[in-house]
Structures are given as structure tokens and as C-alpha cells.
């Protein structure tokens, strides 16, 4: 299961551009380069896994590298509304042109866009560099590294997630394998939502879990996600013992 101590490092952006952070706490996305899926969390419970592709050049935030950023970053926009599966964006913005899957000789984004902002300083580029989570024609390649730092989806899967994503929902990518969650209920509590504001807190003040509202400075996200990543490969440690 997620734990609040490492969803509560994602709630404060870093950009200065971005004054105010809605992060929608209900909604997590989980991306796992190792397996190279996408599991979508909501209300605690899993709702999907798809396969994905992230980039063929790695990981890492780094300016004209094409690699995937890791850590917490949220979704700062949607685009494609109603745009019909296969759709072409170029810079954007829907051209008209709609591709089948596996078209041969195009690697542009279809369907849909989610545009992520990163959370941390070690992927506080990711809105600059335009990573999305996005739909490609090059089906075959989902499942193994293969993108230009972007994170693709088949172009049902990317509609569907879309469909079910909310501005504001926080997105995890990882190294590491995906968590083990229990399947959501079929019905779940209406969305709640968290406001953070930019200011710097103390670095010398506790974190604790009952100060989900409160704002956290980059330090105190680096400690405790580090906290946090100990925990789960102690737990991953553990369940493989039992």
C-alpha cells in the first residue's frame, strides 16, 4: 500500500511559476520503469494497470537528454477532450489527422495528453521539457523502453486513464517495481483535495502526518521520501522472506 508519509512529499511545487498546488490526494499514478506499467490508484484501492513505454534513454531530468524524470509530480493539464482514438498533436494541438495503431512510419502523440509538473528538484524540468503521458501508433513498442522521455500508452489505454484522471492527481514514477495494492470497492467516496501553498516552512520543523496542509521545503521532501523508499524496500524484503 501507498503510504501517506511519501504522498505528503508531493504536495508542493517547486516551480516558482506555479504559486498555489491543488493536489487531488484520491488519485495516485504509479509508474514502474522496471516493469514498464502504469497502475492508477484511487481512494487507496487499484482501479488499472497498463503497459507502458518510458524513454529509451533512461531516467533522469536532464535538458536535451530525452530521459524520464523520477519521483512525485502531479498533472498540470489535459488535452484531447473528445478527440477521437489515434488523433494527431503536433505542438499541442489537434491537426485532423488520425493514425491506426501501428501505422507504419509516424511516432507522433495521438489521443490524448496529460502534461505533468514535477514536484522535486530531481525532475523540476519536466513541465519546461514537456513530459506528458501520452498516446502513440507504435503500439508494438509498449512494454519496453522506447519513448523520448515521455511516458506512451496505447491509445484505448491513454482515453481510458484519461477519462479517469483529474488535474491535480499525483504521479509517482519510480525505478523500483509497482507496489502490491488491493483492488479498489466498486464504490468509493467522493474526491478530496489538498491546498498547499509556496511558501517555505522551517526546515528545522517535524514532519509529521497530520500536517497534510502545511508546506513542505525541498529538504524535508528529499529526507522523508528517502524515509519512505527505505520503508517499501524493507516491506518488498519482507514479503519475499513470507
Known amino acids: 500500500m501507498l503510504r501517506p508519509l511519501a504522498l505528503l512529499f508531493g504536495f508542493i511545487s517547486i516551480t516558482p511559476a506555479f504559486a498555489l498546488t491543488r493536489v487531488d490526494t484520491s488519485s495516485q499514478v504509479i509508474i514502474s520503469v522496471c516493469d514498464q506499467k502504469l497502475m492508477l490508484v484511487q481512494n487507496g484501492g487499484k482501479v488499472a494497470t497498463y503497459p507502458v513505454s518510458t524513454s529509451m534513454f533512461g531516467v533522469g531530468d536532464y535538458w536535451g537528454r530525452m530521459t524520464t524524470p523520477l519521483g512525485y509530480l502531479a498533472v498540470e493539464k489535459k488535452i484531447g477532450d473528445n478527440a477521437p482514438t489515434g488523433a494527431v498533436f503536433h505542438k499541442r494541438r489537434f491537426t485532423g489527422e488520425v493514425l491506426q495503431p501501428n501505422a507504419p512510419g509516424r511516432d507522433p502523440v495521438t489521443t490524448r495528453i496529460i502534461w505533468l509538473r514535477g514536484l522535486e528538484a530531481q525532475n523540476a524540468h519536466a513541465f519546461q ?47 523500483e517495481h509497482l507496489p502490491k495494492v488491493a483492488k479498489a470497492p466498486r464504490s468509493q467516496p467522493a474526491s478530496t483535495f489538498v491546498t498547499a501553498s509556496a511558501k517555505t516552512q522551517n526546515q528545522d520543523q517535524p514532519i509529521s502526518a497530520s500536517a497534510s496542509n502545511d508546506t513542505l521545503s525541498v529538504e524535508q521532501m528529499r529526507k522523508g521520501g528517502a524515509l519512505a523508499a527505505q520503508r517499501a524496500k524493507a516491506k518488498l524484503e519482507l514479503n519475499k522472506r513470507l
Open 129 to 175: 521539457r514537456g513530459i506528458y503521458i501520452h498516446g502513440t501508433p507504435q503500439e508494438k513498442s509498449i512494454g519496453r523502453p522506447a519513448s523520448y522521455g515521455c511516458i506512451r500508452m496505447k491509445s484505448t489505454d491513454v482515453a481510458a486513464l484519461y477519462d479517469r484522471v483529474p488535474v491535480g492527481a499525483l504521479v509517482q514514477i519510480t525505478p
